[in-house]
């Protein structure tokens, strides 16, 4: 099956409502525009520098969304295109987000991204902390970034039940927070 028949049958699975993001690490740009040719729009990279090499080459149409582990060193890479930040994991990070979005005007969206792994090689922060970030006069001052939702990573396991367990209260959080914060419209589960 090809890329474009891939898109056609995944799309026809998926609500309307859910914005599917064709995770593009270590594809090659052909396979990128076979995927853009076919009409998807919102490609995802774990690796800024891959990522900005490849906003150079390709369609300005595409919106690109940066779903791994951030470095604070590495936002200037992306500040100038990056759609959507989903792996934000600290005020300190955010801070660096504003620095660098302020100097291309504009403003970079993020997700919080919070632990609900049990694994300790998954990043992410728990919710009282993400209440401190957006509750905190650092970020209410902030013009050049605005959080839009969380982003968590399940377990890396066969165990269904965990990997449920774990993504429902990824989404009791942020249907709560979604209640106090009417910036969140954005839930990203992987």
């Not at 995802?44 to 582990?69: D, S, T, Y």
């Not at 992306?78 to 291309?104: G, R, T």
């Not at 839009?148 to 990824?170: C, D, Y």
Request: hydrophobic share 40%; aromatic share 8%; proline share 2%.
């Amino acid at each position: 099956m090809n890329i474009a028949e891939n898109l056609k049958n995944i799309k026809a699975e998926i609500p309307e409502e859910v914005t599917l993001v064709a995770i593009s690490k270590t594809k090659p740009e052909k396979d990128i525009l076979e995927a853009y040719d076919a009409g998807q729009r919102v490609f995802g990279e774990n690796k800024i520098q891959e990522m900005a090499e490849k906003w150079e080459k390709l369609p300005k149409e595409i919106k690109w969304h940066m779903v791994g582990h951030v470095q604070r060193n590495k936002v200037k890479y992306m500040a100038e295109f990056v759609e959507l930040i989903h792996a934000v994991d600290s005020l300190k990070l955010l801070k660096e987000i504003e620095k660098q979005a302020a100097k291309y005007d504009r403003t970079i969206n993020c997700l919080l991204q919070i632990k609900i792994a049990e694994e300790d090689t998954k990043y992410g922060i728990d919710v009282d902390e993400a209440e401190s970030i957006l509750q905190s006069d650092a970020y209410r001052k902030m013009t050049h970034v605005k959080v839009v939702g969380l982003m968590g990573m399940a377990s890396f396991t066969e165990n269904e039940e965990q990997i449920k367990e774990e993504f429902s209260f990824l989404s009791t959080t942020f249907e709560a927070l979604k209640s106090r914060y009417n910036s969140f419209t954005t839930l990203s589960m992987g």
